[in-house]
């Protein structure tokens, strides 16, 4: 079980957490959070407790949680929610990747994770979640960075996409291993623990490449009608299953059948903004929309469906991600983090 303490940086004000039903929002739960959430990612892994870990950053630092609910430990009422470690971070958090080597129930625990940042830079932390804290930057991308992903079974990969056409591949040291020359700024970036010698690109004028991480080849691409292509995710459940949201519609691919898409549905009267795969469902994905009035909308689909099994708004909302074992997804907002548990 990994020990909770006390965070630096001002311990963030405290950092105060205020666990609740939230009937307003739709939420299932929330979490108040100091300032503003820029991206939030639960642990994708299967690595014991660690499992349980959330991060989120913020404008300028990373907070990393444990996260337990109800629905998963009796003992739990609702929500049980600690912060663990909080990380200055100098720069607004674009995105946050977990490394597969994290573990806090190990005899050496050991906390990794790559950030993306507006002074589009990477940033690696590696922490024993007490006293150890590091950090390496590394410097290559000449645009904004979009994505970025632990790519190898190992975590001693990083692969990157951005706003100067190129997905680059880096090591823990820093150095570039490989580049590909998009065509277009890259949007997303995926890695399957289940194809582990592919990488999924995602370029914004619709075309997703999968990369040989040995060949350094492109070996598959598949395209979307819509555009901009602004988010894709790969099914963990289903290898063969890609999503993405373009313009205003979800859209699905299924692999090998065509380089089209199989089934696409308006997700939102405004732009789409993400799309997410349930980890425990391979029907079951989340799209979000831009802000509109302040407010930003979650939809949770089922492919089975015609319609969104849920739909919830969220102030100003950004990121999401979903629970490793649970129907359950969360998406960062202003000083708060929202959660939705669905039935599936």
């Known amino acids: 079980m990994c020990q909770a303490f006390a965070v630096s940086l001002l311990e963030i004000r405290k950092q105060k957490q205020t666990m609740k039903q939230d009937s307003t929002s739709n ?12 991206v939030v990612e639960f642990n994708p892994f299967d690595s014991g407790e660690a499992g349980s870990l959330l991060a989120y950053g913020g404008i300028s630092y990373v907070v990393i949680a444990s996260c337990r609910f109800q629905e998963e430990d009796s003992a739990v009422e609702g929500i049980e929610f600690k912060t663990l470690k909080t990380f200055h971070h100098g720069e607004r ?71 100067d056409h190129t997905c680059r591949i880096w090591d823990l040291d820093g150095k570039q291993i490989a580049m590909f020359v998009l065509r277009s700024p890259g949007m997303s970036v995926a890695w399957h623990p289940e194809g582990a010698f592919k990488l999924m690109v995602a370029e914004k004028t619709g075309t997703i490449r999968f990369y040989d991480l040995t060949t350094h080849q492109a070996i598959l691409s598949l395209e979307s009608v819509q555009v901009p292509l602004m988010s894709a995710d790969w099914c963990i459940r289903n290898t063969l299953r890609i999503g993405a949201v373009a313009g205003n519609d979800w859209i699905i691919w299924e692999m090998p059948r065509s380089s089209y898409p199989q089934d696409n549905k308006p997700a939102h009267a405004d732009r789409a903004r993400l799309f997410r795969w349930s980890k425990c469902n391979e029907n079951v994905f989340a799209t979000t929309g831009y802000p509109g009035k302040m407010k930003s909308q979650i939809a949770i689909h089922h492919l089975a469906h015609p319609q969104p099994i849920l739909i919830g708004t969220a102030p100003v909302g950004s990121g999401l991600s979903w629970h490793r074992r649970l129907p359950l997804c969360v998406v960062g907002g202003y000083r708060k983090l929202f959660f939705w548990l669905t039935e599936m």
């Open 27 to 38: 939420a299932t739960y929330t979490v108040d959070c100091e300032d503003y959430v820029h």
């Open 93 to 163: 958090v674009v995105a946050i990747a977990w490394s597969p080597e994290t573990r806090c129930d190990a005899l050496l625990p050991l906390l990794r994770f790559a950030t993306a940042a507006g002074d589009k830079k990477i940033r690696i932390f590696t922490s024993d979640f007490q006293d150890k804290n590091e950090y390496k930057v590394i410097e290559g991308h000449s645009g904004y960075i979009n994505d970025l992903v632990f790519c190898s079974a190992e975590g001693s990969d990083i692969a990157s996409v951005g706003d």
